[in-house]
C-alpha cells in the first residue's frame, strides 16, 4: 500500500502542474479581448517571421518589467533571463571519494529562452559524472530536459524591486547505472526575490517527485535561498544556503543543509557584439547530516567548488 506520504505528495504534484499549465495560459495583457478570426496561410507566415525579428526587443521588453539582479549560482533566479550556461563542480564525499562533474554543477549546462513576454523555458544536457573510491564509476547522469517558468508578478528597481515565479521541471532516466534513478522526475516550484537598495534575496521551494518507484526513491522537499550584493559595476558577492529533506525511500527522514559563499563576476559587453559573459564560482560545504549519522545513504557531499560561465545574448 502506497504510504500517506506517497498520496500526498502525488495530490500535490497533480494540483501543482493544473495550477502551473493554467497560470501559463494565462495573459493578462489580453483579458477580455475578443479573440480574432483565423489567419490565412500568408498571415501565419508573416506573425512566424515577425515572432522571430522581435526576439531581442521582446527579451529586452520583458527584462526591462523585473529587476536587474544577477542570477545566482546555487538559486535558480526567478527572474527570466536569456542565456547559455557551462559549468563544473568537484565534490568530496563523506566516504573520502571525489566526484567530478562535468557539463554539470549547479545549473548544469543548457540553454535558457525567453519565448514570451512571462515565460522563459531551459533545454539541458546530461552531466558526465565521473566517482573515484571502492567504487568507481563514469558516464552520463539523468537528463534535466526541461523547465518551464511563468512570472507571476514582478517590478523593477524603481517600481516595487521585487519578482515572483513559478516553475516546473523535469528529468528523464538517460543515465549509466551507477547514476540513474531509473525514474522520471517532475519538480514543481514556487519561487521569489525581493530587493532593497544594491541587496536582494532570491528563494525558491521546491518538490521533486518520482513518478515511479516512489516506495525506493522516496521523495523530497528543497528549498534554496541567496543573499545577494551588488558591489561596483559587474561585482555580485552572495552566500547561500541549499537544504533538501528526503520522505519516504531509503533516506527518509534525512535533510543536509550545504552552506558556502560564491560570486558572481559581470555580465561584462564582449566588445564588438551584442553578448554578455559572466564567470561564476564558489564553494559549499554540509552543516549536516552529523557525523555520526554517515552511512552508504548519506546524501550528497561534504564540500564542493564549483565554476560556471554564462553567455547572455
Given at each position: 500500500?502506497?504510504?500517506?506520504?506517497?498520496?500526498?505528495g502525488?495530490?500535490?504534484?497533480?494540483?501543482?502542474?493544473?495550477?502551473?499549465?493554467?497560470?501559463?495560459?494565462?495573459?493578462?495583457?489580453?483579458?477580455?479581448?475578443?479573440?480574432?478570426?483565423?489567419?490565412?496561410?500568408?498571415d501565419?507566415?508573416?506573425?512566424i517571421?515577425?515572432?522571430?525579428e522581435?526576439?531581442?526587443?521582446?527579451?529586452?521588453?520583458?527584462?526591462?518589467?523585473q529587476?536587474?539582479?544577477?542570477?545566482?549560482?546555487?538559486t535558480?533566479?526567478?527572474?527570466?533571463?536569456?542565456?547559455v550556461?557551462?559549468?563544473?563542480?568537484?565534490?568530496?564525499?563523506?566516504?573520502?571519494?571525489?566526484?567530478?562533474?562535468?557539463?554539470?554543477?549547479?545549473?548544469?549546462?543548457g540553454?535558457?529562452?525567453?519565448?514570451?513576454?512571462?515565460?522563459e523555458?531551459?533545454?539541458?544536457?546530461?552531466?558526465?559524472?565521473?566517482?573515484?573510491?571502492?567504487?568507481?564509476?563514469?558516464?552520463?547522469?539523468?537528463?534535466?530536459?526541461?523547465?518551464?517558468?511563468?512570472?507571476?508578478?514582478?517590478?523593477?528597481?524603481?517600481?516595487?524591486?521585487?519578482?515572483?515565479?513559478?516553475?516546473?521541471?523535469?528529468?528523464?532516466?538517460?543515465?549509466?547505472?551507477?547514476?540513474?534513478?531509473?525514474?522520471?522526475?517532475?519538480?514543481?516550484?514556487?519561487?521569489?526575490?525581493?530587493?532593497?537598495g544594491?541587496?536582494d534575496?532570491q528563494?525558491?521551494?521546491?518538490?521533486?517527485?518520482?513518478l515511479?518507484?516512489?516506495?525506493?526513491?522516496?521523495?523530497?522537499?528543497?528549498?534554496?535561498?541567496?543573499?545577494?550584493?551588488?558591489?561596483?559595476?559587474?561585482?555580485?558577492?552572495?552566500?547561500?544556503?541549499?537544504?533538501?529533506?528526503?520522505?519516504?525511500?531509503?533516506?527518509?527522514?534525512?535533510d543536509?543543509?550545504?552552506v558556502?559563499p560564491?560570486?558572481?563576476?559581470?555580465?561584462?559587453?564582449?566588445?564588438?557584439?551584442?553578448?554578455?559573459?559572466?564567470?561564476?564560482?564558489?564553494?559549499?560545504?554540509?552543516?549536516?547530516?552529523?557525523?555520526?549519522?554517515?552511512?552508504?545513504?548519506?546524501?550528497?557531499?561534504n564540500?564542493s567548488w564549483?565554476?560556471?560561465?554564462?553567455?547572455?545574448?
Amino acid at each position: 500500500m502506497k504510504s500517506a506520504f506517497y498520496k500526498a505528495g502525488r495530490s500535490a504534484a497533480l494540483f501543482a502542474c493544473v495550477f502551473y499549465f493554467d497560470l501559463s495560459s494565462f495573459d493578462p495583457a489580453f483579458a477580455g479581448e475578443v479573440s480574432p478570426l483565423p489567419a490565412d496561410n500568408n498571415d501565419v507566415g508573416l506573425d512566424i517571421s515577425s515572432y522571430f525579428e522581435n526576439w531581442a526587443n521582446r527579451v529586452k521588453e520583458t527584462q526591462a518589467d523585473q529587476p536587474s539582479w544577477a542570477a545566482p549560482l546555487n538559486t535558480v533566479t526567478p527572474l527570466l533571463k536569456e542565456f547559455v550556461q557551462y559549468g563544473q563542480a568537484f565534490q568530496t564525499l563523506p566516504n573520502g571519494a571525489n566526484t567530478y562533474l562535468y557539463n554539470g554543477g549547479s545549473g548544469g549546462v543548457g540553454i535558457h529562452l525567453i519565448p514570451d513576454y512571462y515565460n522563459e523555458v531551459f533545454i539541458g544536457a546530461p552531466t558526465d559524472e565521473v566517482e573515484t573510491g571502492k567504487n568507481p564509476a563514469s558516464g552520463l547522469t539523468d537528463l534535466p530536459f526541461f523547465l518551464v517558468k511563468t512570472r507571476l508578478a514582478s517590478a523593477n528597481e524603481e517600481n516595487g524591486n521585487y519578482v515572483l515565479t513559478s516553475y516546473l521541471a523535469g528529468q528523464a532516466p538517460v543515465g549509466v547505472k551507477a547514476f540513474t534513478a531509473n525514474a522520471y522526475y517532475i519538480t514543481p516550484t514556487i519561487a521569489g526575490g525581493k530587493g532593497w537598495g544594491d541587496f536582494d534575496i532570491q528563494a525558491t521551494l521546491a518538490t521533486p517527485l518520482p513518478l515511479r518507484n516512489f516506495d525506493k526513491l522516496g521523495g523530497q522537499f528543497t528549498s534554496s535561498l541567496t543573499l545577494q550584493y551588488h558591489l561596483f559595476e559587474y561585482f555580485w558577492p552572495e552566500f547561500s544556503f541549499n537544504n533538501t529533506f528526503w520522505f519516504e525511500g531509503a533516506r527518509n527522514g534525512f535533510d543536509q543543509l550545504l552552506v558556502g559563499p560564491d560570486i558572481v563576476i559581470g555580465p561584462y559587453p564582449i566588445p564588438n557584439t551584442s553578448f554578455k559573459a559572466s564567470l561564476l564560482v564558489g564553494y559549499q560545504f554540509a552543516l549536516t547530516p552529523h557525523p555520526e549519522l554517515l552511512n552508504p545513504l548519506t546524501p550528497l557531499y561534504n564540500h564542493s567548488w564549483q565554476i560556471a560561465a554564462r553567455l547572455f545574448f
